[in-house]
């Protein structure tokens, strides 16, 4: 004779809490980009105009770092080049950059060092580029750490608002529409607020209100780094695994992936 089990409710695992229907790690992600897009895009707003309306004045252009040299590179390039063109190219080369270089930064966060800690690299990388713009020597120093900190940071953070969702969830397409929102949300308040200080107070202001924009987006991503997905193996391991030559569609993929990398750049 078989004893009969005792009934009772189902054991469940504690529910997670969500934001908007979301993974919590969602609204993390969400306010960490929106405070980097208004990082980035309050500095976008001023440097053209800095460099045209401050830096570029005779007394100030000696000073600045390497300066000499990348003005008589784009002059070779380009031809002579006033104040209004050589910000114009600078700016460009910089932009051009920083949309190239997250190419870079998701080889380094597949292969090394893992979503999370390129991240965070690239953030303080960012926050120490826009605080490095208050000296006008370091101008164009400052330029390659955002750079850099672009790269790092921008792909991996992207990558991991999809890694929150199991294969096959529709939140996901959601989830990215609600991401983009915190993009648009930064990039409008930006130029408001650090267009605004740079006015009243002077351009140092803004870019150190970007700076400071950088360094909520790091404290935001660390605070909420326990909601976040854990990183994946390193690839070299995967890799060395499969060991397999990409297939016929697989190659074209990456070819025009490549294509359309280089004309957005």
């Known amino acids: 004779m078989t004893l009969p089990t005792p009934s009772g409710p189902a054991e469940t695992s504690p529910p997670t809490r ?17 405070w980097e897009r208004f990082s980035y895009f309050g500095n976008a707003a001023l440097v053209v105009l800095y460099m045209t309306k401050y830096l570029f004045d005779s007394g100030r252009l000696e000073t600045v770092l390497g300066l000499g040299a990348v003005k008589a590179a784009l002059e070779f390039l380009f031809g002579p080049l006033e104040a209004q063109p050589l910000a114009s190219q600078l700016f460009g080369f910089y932009t051009g950059l920083a949309y190239f270089t997250p190419i870079l930064g998701g080889l380094v ?7 999370h800690r390129t991240i965070l690299v690239g953030g303080v990388f960012m926050a120490a580029g826009h605080f490095m713009m ?39 397409d959601r989830a990215y529409s609600i991401f983009y929102l915190g993009i648009n949300i ?14 009243q107070y002077g351009w140092h202001y803004g870019f150190g209100a ?27 391991a995967l890799l060395a695994r499969e ?14 992936l490549i294509g359309t990398c280089a004309l957005v750049t």
């Open 18 to 34: 969500e934001f908007l229907g979301h993974p919590r790690g969602l609204a993390v992600l969400f306010a960490t980009e929106a």
């Open 109 to 115: 966060a597949d292969r090394l060092l893992g979503r």
């Open 134 to 172: 208050a000296f006008e020597a370091l101008f164009l120093l400052a330029l390659l750490m955002l750079i850099i900190g672009i790269g790092a940071f921008k792909p991996n953070i992207s990558t991991q608002v999809g890694a929150l969702y199991a294969a096959g969830d529709d939140r996901r």
């Open 186 to 199: 930064g990039a409008f308040l930006a130029p408001l607020i650090c267009g605004t200080l740079a006015v």
């Open 210 to 236: 970007a700076g400071v924009g950088m360094l909520i987006s790091l404290a935001i991503y660390v605070c909420g780094r326990r909601s976040l997905p854990a990183d994946d193996p390193p690839r070299d």
């Open 243 to 256: 060991n397999k030559p990409l297939e016929a569609g697989e190659r074209r993929a990456l070819l025009a």
